[in-house]
Structure formats: C-alpha cells, structure tokens
C-alpha cells in the first residue's frame, strides 16, 4: 500500500510483496527488505532494445520484503495515482515507484516530446494498483472534456490518463521571429475524455526561450 | 524561549537578557530589538581545546553567539527547518546542518569510530560525513537543516530502521548506528541498485530523514 508520509515522502507497506522504484530513491526502511536492479526496467529483452533506442531510459529497481520503506528523490512533490486498468502516461524522469504488478512500456509521442526536451518517447504504465509520480511543485489535476479541450505549457506537462489526443499547437509569429516572443510559443493541445497532470514549474524547453 | 517556525523555512527565536544563542554564521534574516552578534573565534562552545579538536575534526562550521534583547529571524539558502526540543537527551546532527541551537545545550564533537569501530570510521566515509559528528547535549531546542524537509522516523529495540547515508540528518536517543552493505555481484559490474550502502540504527530514539537524496 502506498501512502504519503509528508507530501516529499512515499511510505510503502510491505508484506512480501514487491514494489518498483527508481533506481536509488530509497531513503530509509525499517523490517526486511532486498534491493535488486530491474534490468530494462523489467520488461525483458524487447523493452530493454526499445528503451535503448528511444532514450526513454528509466533505471528501476525493485524492492521487495517485509515493513515499511520510505522513497523521496531531490524534494520533489510526490501524488499517487491509483490506475484500475487503464494506461497512465508519464515521463520516465518523473516516475517514482510502481506497484509490482504493473506493466511498463514506451510509446511514441511525436512532436510533443521534442518540444519538452524529453526526446520523443514516453513511458506508459498500466494495469490495477498504485502509481507514485514525482512534480517539482505540488501538481494540478485538469480535467479535460469533449468541450473543453486544454492547451498545456510543454515544460509543465508532467503526466496523463484517460482516452486523449494531444495535438501540438503553436503560436509563433513574426514577433517570436525577430526575439520578440511572449515565451509561449509551443502548447500542447488534449482532446477527448481524461486527466492531465500539470506542475507549478517549467523544465528548459526548447519553448520556452522563444 | 525556543524556536517558533514562521514558515517551513524561517524560524523566529527570542533573545532574552542572560540567554544566549548560537548560530550559524550569515543565517540571521532580520532582527527586532536591541540585538548583537558575535563572530566565535572558538566555533561553538568549550574552550581552546574543543576548539582545536573541531578543527582536527573538520567539524568547524563558523558559528556566532547571538546575545541581546529581542527576537532573530533565521534562515538559510531556503532550506527546510525542523526544530526538534531535546530534553536531557543527545542530539548527534553534521556541524553544517546546525542553523541555530540555544545556549542551555552543551556542544562537543564526537569520533565516529568509537561508535562501531573499523566499520564507524568507513560509514563516515561513505555517508561523506567523515569522521566526526557534532553532539548537543542538554534542555533547549535546535534547528536543524535539510533538503526538501524531514519525516522523523522512531526506532524501538528489536526494530532497526535502515536509513540511505545521503539522506540522513540527525538523530538522537540511545541510538547505536552501524554500516550495513548489501554489495552483491550486481554491484561490482555496476547493476546495483544503488542502495548498496545503509546506515543500520538500532536501540531506542528517532532518526531525522530528509526527503532528498543531496547534500546541504
């Protein structure tokens, strides 16, 4: 079971079981428990090739044993996100811990990765249990509907779920050409039925400069 | 007296005549009232000798005593406070995580091999402690720093709590801490998982753990 000990802190009752984490995030346990390095993030041969080549690389491990452990990275917020069989998609930088039961996999993002500077793979994670995702700041949730579609600054784009198509928009014009931009030149655009995830913080984009 | 946390990251404390108050050096934000510092030449308390043995022990973080009539607000690089009240018992925390303690605490520095011998000394190392620590003993409060704020995490015989070196803080108690590795082949051909090295503490008290994995 996941739960928040502080809003930086993820505590995770274990009996047995096992959990996956980012490599190194384990900043205290207390009982039993065995870390060991999920090559290829624990999806086999075929997941390690394709992390390879797509730079969506995520170094996991997993945790498995008796009593409570305690995962934090560099202070950033932490939200849990509980799937019940559908796909969550998220930055590999920014997952945190897994329930062990859930699969991991990458998918092709097109032009909207490029722009937040993440390459153009991200990771999906799907089945039923827990998700622990990392923000820096505490993160919105926004929903988006049919009639509301939502424009989200790339380098604030932490994660989504539900049924989406995200689309790239842009807004450059002959100002952002001669250095005159408002710093927001590229959006991504969600349509359709689901949740986006959005921290109070941008990474360097290649957007954001222009 | 005491500390009150303004904020997550701001202290206030008050100055009273008679009272004193160390802390680090630069970490004052503002004052109210008639309030002085003074660098210590000495580091912290207890004569030449303690002196010396800071230096020796690297353990010499610059400190000033804040004396007067008044109140201090404190604060440093935007880092988390916690203020944790001692009793009578001992608080062993890194000199460079000390913001701010009250005069009633008596300060020493302590030789980590004693506690664990050979194994003290390389959990030093590799914790990048080296090889002392800072103790307070005694009534009062401290402030102590940390990245992306503490979970205090109690230890109880029979219960150790296994802590990763870069994470810990502080603790206090009748704690005995030892280096516990869990190196397997994985690790020297570098697929560990990068939790080869725990700090394993046992007995009864707490542990300070902060939310982050860096160092101040």
């Known amino acids: ?210 | 007296m005491g500390f009150r946390e303004i904020n997550s990251k701001m202290i206030e404390a008050t100055v009273a005549p008679g009272q004193k108050l160390f802390s680090q050096r630069g970490a004052m934000l503002a004052y109210k009232g008639e309030v002085s510092f003074t660098p210590n030449v000495m580091g912290g308390q207890g004569g030449v000798m303690s002196m010396i043995g800071r230096r020796v022990a690297n353990e010499d973080t610059p400190l000033m005593t804040v004396e007067g009539n008044g109140t201090v607000l404190f604060g440093h690089g935007g880092h988390h406070i916690e203020v944790i009240n001692l009793s009578g018992d001992t608080l062993y925390v890194e000199a460079d995580r000390l913001l701010a303690f009250e005069g009633t605490l008596r300060q020493s520095t302590v030789f980590l091999g004693s506690q664990g011998g050979v194994m003290g000394m390389v959990r030093g190392q590799v914790s990048g402690q080296g090889l002392f620590t800072t103790s307070l003993t005694g009534h009062g409060a401290v402030a102590v720093m940390a990245h992306g704020g503490v979970i205090e995490l109690p230890i109880t015989p029979g219960r150790p709590v296994h802590v990763d070196p870069q994470a810990y803080v502080a603790h206090h108690g009748d704690v005995r801490n030892k280096l516990s590795t869990a190196l397997g082949w994985r690790d020297m051909v570098g697929r560990g998982s990068g939790e080869a090295f725990q700090l394993e503490l046992s007995g009864s008290g707490a542990v300070y753990v902060q939310a982050s994995e860096e160092k101040l």
């Not at chain 1, 870390?35 to 491990?61: A, W």
């Not at chain 1, 998220?90 to 945190?96: G, K, P």
């Open chain 1, 1 to 210: 079971m996941f739960r928040l000990q502080s809003s930086k802190v993820l505590a995770v009752d274990m009996t047995g079981d096992a959990v996956k984490a980012k490599n190194g995030s384990m900043v205290a346990y207390d009982g039993e428990m065995a870390f060991k390095k999920l090559t290829g993030g624990g999806e086999g041969i075929r997941g390690m090739v394709t992390r390879r080549l797509t730079g969506e690389q995520m170094t996991l491990m997993e945790v498995k044993g008796h009593g409570t452990c305690f995962f934090a990275d560099r202070a950033s917020e932490i939200n849990l996100i509980t799937l019940q069989g559908d796909k969550l998609y998220v930055e590999s930088s920014n997952l945190l811990a897994t329930d062990g039961g859930l699969r991991t996999g990458t998918t092709f993002t097109g032009l909207r990765g490029a722009s937040q500077g993440n390459g153009l793979f991200t990771t999906t994670v799907e089945g039923h249990g827990q998700v622990a995702v990392m923000s820096d700041g505490p993160a919105v949730v926004l929903r988006v509907s049919p009639q509301y579609p939502l424009s989200v600054d790339p380098g604030a784009y932490v994660a989504h779920r539900g049924n989406l198509r995200q689309s790239f928009q842009s807004g450059v014009t002959f100002r952002t050409l001669i250095g005159e931009g408002g710093g927001e030149a590229f959006q991504i655009r969600f349509e359709g039925d689901g949740l986006v995830y959005v921290q109070p913080s941008e990474r360097n984009t290649i957007a954001g400069d222009v």
